[in-house]
């Protein structure tokens, strides 16, 4: 894979973080404690959806 392939699919990848990592955070109170999680988790959750980390 080459230097431009790699930054485009990190570019990616953080365009997908950042969109998940801001849905996670307006989901609605309710929604969020049906899914046993908290909104302050949403930062870890996404990475974890997105890196596989």
Do not use: H
């Amino acid at each position: 894979m080459s230097m431009i392939d790699r930054l485009q699919t990190g570019f990616q990848k953080r365009r997908q973080f950042n969109r998940t990592r801001r849905e996670l955070r307006a989901m609605p109170l309710d929604v969020a404690l049906d899914l046993d999680m908290a909104r302050e988790d949403a930062d870890l959750m996404a990475r974890q959806a997105v890196y596989g980390r």
